[in-house]
């Protein structure tokens, strides 16, 4: 069984619930503390042995690309002596892993952003983590999907957490063979259902790890509302034929596409930094 050592950030979205801030700047750049939210994922996935990252963008994005590459002009004013920690910073974000661009040429829908993966990925089995989520967590989100891979010899792993039951037409959320336990196998997954008819109160947040089977799924999607190819479309056919489970994944998760979850993971981390927050 192949490990998984590569992930997907899909990053070409417009960010419109974080409006006007994402007008022109990309979602994925702004600040927490002192580090764009990417960044937490690409260092996430590192922790969990991952050395291959794929970031998915679209046109006016050259900053995301700029922020993990070398910066010569930088580097030589961080040189000087009393900078060492600054240039070590630096130099660190460009040594992360093995970071890749895909261009999403038309934003027709995370399950078309990773379907731009397929050249990079291949028949290789891999993560998918989203910037909307940030996971504190004492090990790796993506990290613990992989873990249940392996221990279960294969399969797509999809992370959940319990919601309320009148929060489940916000989520995908999913059904399984038994709900009691922290990892199951799942049996279907609808996107936003209605309180009364939810399967669970298990909701998908933004971290999967699939198999490379997934792609092929996809391609045969249905274009839906938005002319968007769904993510959760791709899933809900593979089940039949891909073994896929539903993981509670341990840690503390934070909705960064929302003005609300981003400044509450902006305290968080910043108090864990040592930070004072009045």
Do not use: W
Request: proline share 6%; net charge negative; glycine share 8%.
């Amino acid at each position: 069984m192949k490990k998984v050592t590569k992930a997907v950030i899909p990053a070409a979205g417009l960010g419109t619930r974080v409006l006007p801030a994402t007008k022109a700047m990309p979602k994925g750049m702004l600040p927490l503390v002192d580090k764009p939210a990417i960044q937490y994922l690409v260092e996430e996935a590192v922790r969990s042995g991952i050395t291959d990252i794929l970031i998915i963008v679209s046109r006016n994005q050259d900053i995301i690309q700029d922020h993990f590459d070398r910066s010569p002009e930088l580097e030589a004013k961080l040189a000087a002596p009393g900078k060492e920690k600054m240039l070590e910073e630096c130099l660190g974000i460009s040594n992360l892993a093995n970071i890749f661009f895909v261009r999403q040429q038309q934003t027709l829908g995370l399950g078309h952003a990773v379907l731009c993966a397929k050249p990079v990925v291949g028949d290789e089995p891999f993560g998918v983590m989203l910037a909307d989520d940030l996971v504190d967590a004492p090990s790796s989100c993506i990290g613990q999907l992989t873990a249940v891979r392996e221990a279960r010899g294969g399969g797509s792993v999809i992370a959940v957490q319990d919601v309320a039951p009148e929060a489940t037409n916000k989520y995908g959320i999913v059904s399984v063979d038994d709900t009691s336990l922290q990892t199951s196998q799942m049996r279907g997954i609808v996107e936003k259902p209605d309180p009364k008819v939810a399967p669970s109160r298990m909701a998908v947040i933004g971290r999967y790890v699939f198999e490379p089977e997934v792609f092929d799924y996809l391609e045969k999607v249905t274009v839906g509302v938005g002319g968007e190819i769904q993510l959760t479309d791709g899933i809900a056919s593979s089940l039949d034929t891909v073994p896929t489970y539903a993981h509670r994944f341990e840690g503390t998760r934070f909705d960064c596409g929302s003005k609300q979850g981003f400044l509450d993971a902006t305290i968080h981390f910043a108090r864990k930094r040592g930070f004072k927050i009045n």
